[in-house]
């Protein structure tokens, strides 16, 4: 396939990732963080009610937007944040108070709202945060984390704050 044939389908398919020539017999593939942004701009437009979460799942992505101002860790910072910020509302919503996105971790168990293997990456994905340098408590080094792994926890985040609010629209609760 030609790179023009590679990315009309990697576009069809809104993958968010372009092929770019490196000469005539390679080529790389790029993200196109952009392209992502507005994926991920239009599922949450979908009737989130939480603005504070969408507005930390936005800030995230655009923390990795300008090449030259790349902050990963506030990335997967307010990843994390906007999943917390969601499941506080949520869980509220329901009579229950979470005040961090541990306890909230802690009363989905109790609850059993959603199969265990969910609520175990749910609290991964909060360990991570947790446990990586300067990304969920302050550290005398930086952590080595990646554009890639930002985005990873971006559409991770987004994944979760979906997977909790269409289980609500179908319950209708």
């Known amino acids: 396939m030609s790179k023009n044939e590679v990315n009309k389908l990697l576009t069809y398919h ?3 990732y372009e092929v770019e020539k ?3 017999r390679a080529a790389r593939v790029v993200v196109k963080y952009t392209a992502l942004i507005k994926d991920n701009e239009r599922i949450l437009s979908a009737g989130v009610p939480y603005a504070p979460a969408v507005q930390a799942i936005t800030a995230a992505k655009e923390a990795l937007i300008d090449p030259k101002k790349i902050d990963v860790a506030t990335s997967v910072s307010l990843s ?33 709202s959603c199969p265990l293997h969910i609520i175990a990456a749910l609290e991964q994905f909060y360990i ?7 990304v ?8 080595e984390i990646t554009r890639e792994d930002a985005l990873l926890c971006n559409e991770m985040a987004v994944s979760f704050i979906n997977y909790f609010h269409r289980k609500e629209r179908l319950s209708g609760n």
């Open 14 to 16: 809104n993958v968010g």
């Open 22 to 24: 490196q000469s005539d």
């Open 80 to 112: 994390v944040a906007a999943v917390e910020a969601y499941l506080r509302g949520w869980l509220d919503a329901k009579g229950q108070k979470a005040p961090t996105l541990g306890e909230a971790i802690k009363t989905l168990r109790k609850l059993a």
């Open 128 to 134: 991570y945060r947790n446990r990586t340098e300067n």
């Open 136 to 143: 969920g408590h302050g550290a005398p080094k930086f952590a």
